[in-house]
């Protein structure tokens, strides 16, 4: 495989290629070079299934040029480093540039640039040795506590674990230039149990910027192993309208769905039913959705966005009103405002919106409260299907839970849909959970909206 | 074999000119692939694989009426692959190079502890076995500025049409692949993949109320085939048509009813519901709902479900898989029999049949699993008027969004984007927000009527498994399906 490459190279392939757009003919430019180390294990039962590894790079230019209205812009990307590739890149960029349309709101920022680079924690040095037999020794210890759990974990998909180092340096044509490490490291098991004909499966994850923040193998394992166990026997219902409580792995979810409706992109395209929400009430009062790019040790935590913007704390819903639009540079133009920190970038095409760090500020009241309290409801505990209507809010998904009656969780469902339009939902919530878990970068406490369509017998 | 003469030298001169490709930009010859897969065999491995690739894709799009941005990506890189048991190693690097080559196989091969006495391998290269997407200009080689003018061209005619869309987004995707695998027993196999898409999405606005219309296609051809204006036209007719419809739409209702699905995309049914589940390494593990259900009855009399990597020119189609097997026409269910699954190579060796072409992986930098190529449901005798005519009361899915499954439990559900309540067999008021949902191993034993009509989607699915995305293609006539639960929020 190809060998590392250090810092400093890296920045020096970064110059090089803005020095190259700018000879080529371009009067704006930026360079994103990401490069990745990552490997990957899986076990399933008492086997190895595979093991991964990987370095990979990437270079993504990007070259305005002057039309006549505006600039011009392209994207380039590849994985050839060398200095004549790099050149033959910046040349192809400016050249595709041209073929495009002049956009008044086209360009690259002018400020904002991150000057402070607090360590945000995003990699500890001693995890970059980590062998791949000690992750392979995570993966068995978690597939081996999800078997011993109950005699009916007798097969699984398997147990899976993961390490990627990355460095990432960002520089533009106005002299900024600067670089981030990171990591990420996570586990996963997925189990079946099997009872007479009825086969379920589940999963549960950890995962972390250190090693150091995993949470033990075994307890992935047999928490994953429980989860599977206890959709035995699960059925249908009849179809009716309940409250619902999404648990703290299928509510983030509908944080994600509602974030997609405040990117500025679907904005200014009047794409998001929110479009002209700005200041409203559009939740309940319980409800305050932030995003921060700055978490010490956050998984979506970075110094700054793919634009090299400082990344910040942005209240999006404070008490259920709408505070902010998710913005990067181009889609805080088109629509007066100033970028929110929030470009998201690979190599290969133009910045586009993104979170960071999402999460719903917790309440008052513990998931187990929260179910004593429903009468007749459902706790949702997996969602499939990709029925979200961003731009009326629509909302159709199949489910799986459990169903509650007096208080108390009486079976597990399966093979339902539930039901209704984010708009309306977001007022319908009623009670927030206390139980705040990272697992990735968005994170829910249990969220429970007062009556939603079920589908089912 | 129905296969001119023509087809097979055209078939000869694009795997030649792949391996052309690789040997003159990368210098891999005969003599350093057999090299590269030696360091993989000095441990004692069942199979070692080496796939090399190199792939450009533009995509240039369009909103506000002018294309704002062009994309071009350059991929390029090498896997390298050992089997030892149920054991896989794999390592892969974006160098293209022999040195690359080497060093992954030094990594991949570590899964396997004892030296080996294998013998050094002999290269060869079987005879290929169809051509099924030669293109004369690369599709990635058309001037942007042509994509660049086709998009406004796009944008002028849809917004002509009707006053009520106010916003068009429109794209043209263009992919062009050189794919060359080399295996340890020798064989070399190589090819070239041209892939096309265009995408036109339309917002109606009529006072307050917005909706979406989309319409995509696309395949394995070059992209005069899509500029034909009648072609795509159609499409944004399409898009136009389908955004004023859900203007009117009313929610769905909740419940239990008889469906019947309309000819093509709706066949991503039959992908969600069995396809996944039909898929080797899930049956081989056992977590599958249809393991050991081979021989079983699985679908009504009169269900015939194939898998099809040989058709001419579909998105899903390929001459050989990524592992270098040829593809084919595999039957999954034949008159409702369950009798076939869908392999990869160390799939079917541990289950001890043969590969059916289903290798397939998203790029270099993925691992094979076995996957679908065109899954669709082979044509009944039945009217489709006649078929809508037999619901009293129930619901007529014509276009659907996306779905999923969860292969164990066998539950599937997609998404309806245009739906119609049937009363008293006729077509009603159009609906929104539908999802369906069902249990994969009985959905299509309750198929009551199957159409004449059988036809293949309009070649834009990507398929998600284990994190890789990889295009298919689907069809289906028109069915009727008794008593599917139907998602809505009209209780």
């Known amino acids: ?457 | 074999m129905s296969q001119s003469d023509n087809t097979t030298e055209a078939t000869e001169a694009t795997s030649d000119r792949a391996l052309e490709f690789f040997q003159d930009r990368f210098d891999l010859d005969d003599r350093s692939l057999a090299t590269a897969l030696d360091t993989a065999l000095e441990r004692n491995v069942d199979y070692a694989d080496l796939y090399f690739e190199y792939t450009t894709t533009d995509s240039v799009s369009l909103e506000e009426g002018i294309v704002k941005s062009g994309d071009r990506h350059l991929e390029q890189g090498v896997g390298v692959r050992a089997i030892r048991g149920e054991r896989q190693g794999y390592a892969h690097s974006d160098d293209l190079s022999l040195d690359s080559a080497k060093l992954a196989a030094g990594t991949a091969r570590a899964i396997a502890d004892e030296a080996s006495t294998q013998s050094p391998v002999a290269i060869h290269s079987p005879a290929p076995s169809h051509d099924l997407y030669p293109v004369d200009v690369a599709p990635t080689d058309v001037p942007v500025a042509t994509k660049v003018d086709w998009l406004g061209e796009i944008d002028r005619y849809a917004r002509a049409k009707d006053p009520r869309i106010t916003q068009v987004m429109a794209s043209i995707v263009s992919q062009y692949k050189h794919m060359l695998v080399v295996a340890s027993d020798g064989t070399r196999v190589a090819d070239i993949l041209p892939l096309v898409r265009i995408n036109i999405q339309v917002m109606a606005t009529d006072g307050t109320s917005r909706e979406i219309g989309y319409q995509g296609a696309g395949g394995r051809y070059d992209l005069e085939t899509l500029r034909d204006p009648a072609r795509w036209q159609a499409l944004a007719d399409e898009a136009i048509r389908s955004a004023l419809l859900n203007l009117e739409a009313k929610p769905c209702p909740a419940g239990s009813m008889d469906v019947v699905l309309g000819p093509g995309w709706p066949g991503i049914l039959l992908h969600e519901a069995i396809g996944h589940g039909l898929e080797g390494d899930f049956n081989r593990k056992k977590t599958s709902a249809f393991s050991d259900k081979l021989g079983q009855r699985v679908a009504a009399e009169g269900v015939t479900v194939v898998d099809d990597g040989t058709l001419p020119g579909r998105r899903g189609s390929l001459n050989v898989d990524d592992e270098g097997t040829p593809t084919r026409r595999n039957v999954l269910i034949e008159n409702g029999i369950l009798v076939g699954y869908m392999q990869d190579r160390l799939n079917a060796d541990l289950m001890g049949v043969a590969p059916t072409g289903n290798g397939r992986r998203e790029s270099y930098a993925h691992l094979p699993l076995p996957r679908m190529t065109n899954t669709f449901m082979l044509a009944g005798q039945d009217d489709p008027e006649e078929i809508l005519k037999s619901v009293d009361n129930g619901l007529y899915a014509v276009s659907f969004g996306g779905g999923q499954v969860d292969i164990t439990s066998g539950k599937f559900v997609f998404s309806a984007s245009e739906a119609y309540l049937i009363e008293n067999g006729q077509i009603g008021a159009p609906v929104k927000g539908a999802t369906l949902i069902g249990n994969g191993p009985d959905v299509l034993t309750r198929v009551s009527h199957i159409g004449h009509d059988l036809e293949l989607d309009q070649g834009v699915g990507t398929c998600g498994k284990d994190g890789q995305g990889v295009p298919v293609g689907v069809g289906l006539p028109t069915i009727r399906i008794d008593g599917l639960t139907v998602g809505g929020t009209e209780g």
């Open chain 1, 1 to 457: 495989m190809s060998q590392t490459i250090d810092a400093t190279t890296m920045e020096t392939v970064v110059t090089h290629a803005l020095e190259s757009a700018k000879l080529a003919g371009a009067s704006q430019c930026d360079v994103l070079l990401v490069e990745g180390n990552d490997r990957e294990v899986r076990v399933r039962g008492d086997e190895v299934e595979f093991v991964k590894q990987a370095q990979e790079r990437g270079l993504g230019i990007r070259t305005l040029v002057a039309g006549k209205d505006g600039l011009q812009t392209a994207v380039v990307s590849t994985s050839d480093l060398a200095p004549d590739a790099v050149e033959r890149m910046a040349q192809e960029a400016v050249a595709l540039a041209r073929a495009t349309a002049p956009d008044p709101f086209a360009g690259i920022p002018e400020d904002g640039f991150a000057t402070e680079l607090p360590d945000l924690g995003l990699f500890d040095e001693s995890d970059f040795g980590v062998s791949l037999d000690a992750r392979i020794e995570d993966a068995k210890r978690a597939e081996a506590a999800a078997r011993a759990t109950d005699k009916r974990i007798d097969n699984s998909q398997g147990s899976q674990a993961s390490s990627g180092f990355a460095r990432i340096v960002y520089g533009n044509h106005h002299g900024f230039l600067s670089s981030y490490q990171s990591a990420s490291h996570g586990l996963f098991s997925e189990p079946l149990a099997r009872d007479g004909d009825s086969m379920q499966r589940d999963y549960w994850m950890t995962a972390g910027r250190r090693l150091s923040d995993l949470d033990d193998p075994a307890i992935v394992g047999r928490k994953a192993a429980n989860r599977a166990l206890r959709r035995l026997g699960a059925k249908r219902v009849a179809t009716c309208v309940v409250p619902v409580l999404f648990d703290g792995l299928t509510a983030p979810s509908l944080i994600g769905q509602l974030t997609s409706c405040l990117s500025g992109y679907s904005i200014y395209r009047e794409s998001s039913f929110l479009a002209d929400k700005m200041g409203e009430m559009i939740a309940s009062s319980n409800v305050t959705i932030i995003d921060d790019g700055r978490l010490q040790g956050g998984l979506g935590s970075k110094p700054f966005d793919g634009e090299g913007q400082q990344t910040r704390r942005n209240v999006l819903l404070e008490d259920g009103q709408l505070k902010s639009w998710l913005l990067d540079h181009y889609s805080a133009k088109k629509l007066g405002l100033t970028s929110t920190g929030s470009a998201s970038r690979g190599t290969g095409s133009a910045p586009h919106v993104g979170t960071t760090n999402l999460w719903l500020e917790p309440g008052e009241k513990t998931l187990d409260e929260l179910i004593a309290e429903i009468d007749r409801g459902l706790l949702v505990t997996e969602l499939i299907g990709m029925g979200f209507n961003p731009t009326t809010g629509d909302y159709s998904r199949g489910a799986a839970g459990l169903w509650i009656e007096n208080g108390e969780i009486v079976h597990p469902v399966e093979e339902i849909t539930i039901a209704g339009n984010l708009g309306e939902m977001l007022k319908q919530i009623d009670r927030v959970g206390s139980e705040l878990v990272w697992r990735g970068r968005t994170a829910s406490p249990p969220v429970r909206i007062s009556q939603m369509t079920i589908a089912g017998e």
